[in-house]
């Protein structure tokens, strides 16, 4: 079964988190077909959470916390530092007071 396209699966995520009350952007495009996607998870009280793309035990999509609870401006280098080691990633901003990341697939323990 062929991946879905990183473009297609950003719109469904700003979808999902504007359906649910939060406000989303794409703060930077990527690779429409297959770029990574890096999800910031802004609380709106000084703090973010950072959410990578990884793979489970068994090589299925998952996500790892980068940075959970982390000051904002800790979280946006994080966010800076990973985009400089691809140019070709997506990141997703998600504000949202309760630190929802209307991820679909599971999020793995630190």
Do not use: N
Not at 4 to 13: G, N, T
Not at 31 to 55: E, H, N, Y
């Amino acid at each position: 079964m062929a991946a879905l396209k990183a473009s297609i699966w950003v719109a469904a995520l700003v979808r999902r988190a504007q359906s649910a009350g939060a406000a989303a952007y794409v703060v930077r495009r990527g690779d429409p077909d297959a770029g990574i996607v890096i999800v910031k998870v802004a609380r709106l009280d000084g703090t973010a959470d950072i959410f990578l793309p990884s793979r489970d035990m068994e090589g299925e999509r998952a996500w790892r916390q980068a940075a959970g609870a982390a000051p904002e401006p800790d979280a946006d280098a994080l966010v800076q530092r990973e985009t400089g080691y691809d140019p070709d990633c997506w990141v997703v901003e998600i504000e949202d007071r309760e630190g929802r990341h209307f991820l679909t697939e599971p999020v793995l323990e630190p």
